[in-house]
Every structure is written in structure tokens, then in C-alpha cells.
Nanobody, 114 residues
Framework: QVQLVESGGGSVQPGGSLRLSCAVSGTIFAVMTMGWYRQAPGKQRELVAS???????NYADSVRGRFTISRDNAKGMVYLQMNSLKPEDTAVYYCNGAVSPWAWGPGTQVIVSS
């Protein structure tokens, strides 16, 4: 059974930075394309960044140039470095498979507010 545990969220001012982490267990993580998703209040969950097993990345237009996804296959970890945060980045952030998501983890809350 795949387990996903996100961490690193918090409350920051606009322009600030956060680094999210996701621990993945119970699957052959190294071959999976992984993604970071977010869900803002009243909105659908959206994929904001993905990374293939070889490290190729893709980003939603809304975060490109500000967010960076990375992974450590040996440790079973996925990261999301978020810079130049905006109030519209406020959401619960989740990691999961980018092609075929498993059951969702608890997510980590990010609040961007002055």
C-alpha cells in the first residue's frame, strides 16, 4: 500500500519562500512520475508540477519560474521549492503520482498572506 506524507507547509508573507517535502513508501518510487498538486478553498485540485523518473520537469503556467520540483530516488522523497509566493498560491498541497494517482495523503497547508 502506497503511503504519502507531505510536510513543510506554513504561513508566509507574499514574496516569501517555502520548501515542501513528500515521503513516499510502498511502491517502486524510482520509476514513477511524481507530481505536486494543490487545492485552494472552493476550487478543484490541480497539478502544479511533475517530475519523471529521469528528472524531466513540467510546470503549470501559474508557477513556472517560481516553483522547482525535485526528487531523491534513493530516499523516496519529492520536494517542491516555492519562491516568490503569492496570495493565490494559498492552498493545501499534495504529492502523488502524476499519471495514476494513488490514495491521497493528508497534504500540507500553505498560506500566503500579509
Amino acid at each position: 500500500q502506497v503511503q504519502l506524507v507531505e510536510s513543510g507547509g506554513g504561513s508566509v508573507q507574499p514574496g516569501g519562500s517555502l520548501r515542501l517535502s513528500c515521503a513516499v513508501s510502498g511502491t517502486i518510487f524510482a520509476v514513477m512520475t511524481m507530481g505536486w498538486y494543490r487545492q485552494a478553498p472552493g476550487k478543484q485540485r490541480e497539478l502544479v508540477a511533475s517530475i519523471t523518473s529521469s528528472g524531466r520537469t513540467n510546470y503549470a503556467d501559474s508557477v513556472r519560474g517560481r516553483f522547482t520540483i525535485s526528487r531523491d530516488n534513493a530516499k523516496g522523497m519529492v520536494y517542491l521549492q516555492m519562491n516568490s509566493l503569492k496570495p493565490e498560491d494559498t492552498a493545501v498541497y499534495y504529492c502523488n503520482g502524476a499519471v495514476s494517482p494513488w490514495a491521497w495523503g493528508p497534504g500540507t497547508q500553505v498560506i500566503v498572506s500579509s
